[in-house]
């Protein structure tokens, strides 16, 4: 009797620790007020490998970006009703020390499920993408002698981004313009080093909603224009995006509720 009864205390210690590890410490939600100047502002700050790992903070945000760090997919890995790209909501948390990303994603999950009443499923589809390859002259960019890991800043004005990078790797890059193009793609070009490069062309706003206008050397003077992505990563890197369909796995919402429950 004596050993059941460590056993089973072993067993609650385990199972608590768990289901501990698969919530937030304290979380509130709320509906994000809108702003009476249209400012927009918007922000996923917080969690693990972050400089502030202990706490989530997003502002302004929709559900479909949340529901994107919950699982870890793209916007166009997620089925969602049409308002959850346009409602916004603020949410704050107190994350527990030492929890790993994994942990992370099933607590914004069981978040959204119990405040917004998620339920979902998984499928499989072919979707359009693109793959990325060499040009017909070969790639234009310098091969990095930096020893760090890849790095990359970028600058936004009306109109035009410039893309600094710094010993980006092509998974890196393929990465990068997959969030510009909202699609995936896939890495063709065979180019294992790291480069250093610059990229100027005309972003997709739709796709960047979190990025702030950054300086950039002022306003963009009359007549000032730069190429779309395609043409800018063709004449600039020497590359190539060419369409084809991937097979990519989905999360298909069936049910979220608009209005979340009380903190």
Do not use: C
């Not at 990095?144 to 980006?168: I, L, Q």
């Amino acid at each position: 009797m004596r050993r059941f009864g460590i056993g089973f205390w072993a067993v609650w210690l385990v199972g608590g620790a768990f289901a501990r590890a698969q919530s937030f410490d304290v979380a509130s939600v709320k509906p994000h007020p809108q702003s009476g100047d249209g400012s927009i502002r918007v922000m996923m700050g917080g969690g693990p490998g972050t400089s502030d790992p202990g706490r989530l903070n997003y502002e302004n945000v929709s559900l479909k970006a949340v529901l994107g760090k919950a699982f870890d997919v793209k916007s166009y890995q997620l089925t969602t009703p049409d308002w959850a790209d346009s409602e916004r909501f603020d949410i704050t948390a107190k994350i527990p020390q030492g929890t790993t990303k994994e942990q992370f994603g099933v607590m914004l999950q069981n978040l959204l499920v119990e405040r917004f009443k998620l339920t979902y499923h998984r499928d499989k589809k072919d979707l359009p993408a693109y793959v990325l390859v060499a040009g017909k002259n070969g790639p234009k960019m310098k091969v990095s002698e930096a020893p760090a890991a890849g790095g990359m800043s970028m600058g936004m004005r009306p109109g035009k981004a410039t893309m600094n990078a710094s010993g980006m790797t092509m998974t890196q890059l393929v990465e990068m313009l997959a969030n510009q193009v909202d699609r995936p793609i896939v890495d063709g070009t065979g180019l294992t080093g790291k480069y250093d490069f610059t990229l100027e062309f005309a972003p997709e706003m739709r796709n960047m909603p979190s990025m702030p206008m950054m300086a950039g050397g002022g306003p963009v003077t009359e007549g000032e224009s730069a190429p779309s992505l395609f043409t800018a990563v063709q004449e600039q890197l020497g590359l190539r995006l060419e369409p084809k369909k991937a097979a990519l796995d989905l999360i298909v919402v069936d049910h979220l509720e608009k209005t979340p429950t009380e903190n």
